[in-house]
T-cell receptor, first 109, second 114 residues
């Protein structure tokens, strides 16, 4: 079956680092996405991994291990505006994405 | 347009009524998706258009839901005989082609069925 697991909620401190994990089991794999979604707003693209390894983009990095069905999103130098939900999605086919339920990240001063 | 536009942003209706939700994708984007999102959940796939045709409508929950995209641009999601369980945020997303990667989402239409 298809399954994407990520923690429901995480809390971190402003200025710190947080890692949000995502594990997946899908019938196909054509890449993994991370999206950020602020409350009441549209999801916005953060990163895309199709090969194993770490992709760094400013304060955000994303890691993928296809053999383990595992990814993480790493957020450094946390800011209050990073409080949002972070959605993991697997591109299962040429057009179909399977979405996790999202991880709500709470940043405290 | 510059982004994906969805109207209305909020819709409150009574059980049993008919509702139309509109999506205006980014100009030139041939691939268009409708998703439904409930609080604390990820987007749930409803239907995918490539051009004018519905390439995959397997996510539509039942025959009360229907979507069209007659000219390959604007799409309308139609819900008949609305039920309270239809209350959710309906998200539209588009990308340049079937093979392109990044989906751009609209802000969503929040539907509340009383």
């Amino acid at each position: 079956g298809q399954n994407i697991d990520q923690p429901t909620e995480m809390t971190a401190t402003e200025g710190a680092i947080v890692q949000i994990n995502c594990t997946y089991q899908t019938s196909g794999f054509n890449g993994l996405f991370w999206y950020q979604q602020h409350a009441g707003e549209a999801p916005t693209f953060l990163s895309y991994n199709v090969l194993d390894g770490l992709e760094e983009k400013g304060r955000f990095s994303s890691f993928l291990s296809r053999s383990k069905g595992y990814s993480y999103l790493l957020l450094k130098e946390l800011q209050m505006k990073d409080s949002a939900s972070y959605l993991c999605a697997v591109r299962e086919s040429n057009y179909q994405l399977i979405w996790g339920a999202g991880t709500k990240l709470i940043i405290k001063p | 347009g510059a982004g994906v536009s969805q109207t209305p942003s909020n819709k409150v209706t009574e059980k049993g009524k008919y509702v139309e939700l509109r999506c205006d994708p980014i100009s030139g984007h041939t691939a268009l998706y409708w998703y439904r999102q409930s609080l604390g959940q990820g987007p749930e796939f409803l239907i995918y258009f490539q051009g004018t045709g519905a390439a995959d409508d397997s996510g539509l929950p039942n025959d009360r839901f229907f979507a069209v995209r007659p000219e390959g641009s604007v799409s309308t999601l139609k819900i008949q005989r609305t039920e309270r369980g239809d209350s959710a945020v309906y998200l539209c997303a588009s990308r340049p082609s079937a093979g392109a990667n990044v989906l751009t989402f609209g802000a969503g239409s929040r539907l509340t069925v009383l």
